[in-house]
C-alpha cells in the first residue's frame, strides 16, 4: 500500500470487505463523502448500490475490470464491486454496464462469492 492509498472498510450485511483505494479523484471524492449506507443490488458477480457522488468518466475509464475491483459508475451513480461475470460479461470477465471509474481493490476478495445481504456500510478504515 502506499503511503497515500486510504483504506475503507465496506459490511455487506456480517460480512466486512476490506479495501485499499487508489489516488484518482473520484476515489477522493467518494473519500470525501464517507461514511455513508446504502441498500446493494446484485447483478451477477457485482453487488453496487447508490452514492451520493456525481462525477464524469475519467478517462481511463473501462468496462471491464479485474476481480475485487471496487469502481465508481458515473451512470447510477453507484460504486461497485465486482468478483465474477456479470450479465454483460464475455466468458468469465468481471463487465460492467458501462465503463467505470476503478477506485479501488478489495483486499479479501475470497469473502466476495459470500455477499448476499442488501444492507452496506461503507467507512473509512484509517
Known amino acids: 500500500m502506499s503511503?497515500?492509498?486510504k483504506r475503507v472498510n465496506l459490511r455487506v450485511g456480517e460480512i466486512e470487505v476490506q479495501c485499499e483505494w487508489n489516488?484518482?479523484?473520484?476515489?477522493?471524492l467518494l473519500y470525501q463523502a464517507l461514511p455513508?449506507?446504502?441498500?446493494?443490488n446484485y447483478w451477477g458477480g457485482e453487488i453496487y448500490f447508490d452514492v451520493p457522488v456525481r462525477t464524469p468518466v475519467e478517462s481511463?475509464?473501462?468496462?471491464v475490470v479485474e476481480r475485487g475491483t471496487i469502481a465508481y459508475w458515473p451512470a447510477g451513480p453507484c460504486l461497485c464491486v465486482f468478483w465474477g461475470p456479470t450479465?454483460?460479461?464475455v466468458g468469465?470477465?468481471?463487465?460492467?454496464?458501462?465503463?467505470?471509474?476503478?477506485?479501488?481493490?478489495?483486499l479479501n476478495p475470497e469473502v466476495l462469492p459470500h455477499l448476499t445481504e442488501r444492507?452496506?456500510?461503507?467507512e473509512?478504515?484509517?
Open 3 to 5: 503511503s497515500e492509498a
Open 23 to 28: 489516488e484518482s479523484r473520484t476515489a477522493e
Open 36 to 40: 455513508l449506507s446504502a441498500s446493494g
Open 60 to 63: 481511463d475509464a473501462t468496462d
Open 87 to 89: 450479465p454483460a460479461s
Open 92 to 106: 468469465n470477465e468481471c463487465r460492467a454496464a458501462s465503463d467505470v471509474n476503478v477506485v479501488g481493490r478489495v
Open 119 to 122: 444492507a452496506v456500510k461503507v
Open 124 to 126: 473509512a478504515a484509517d
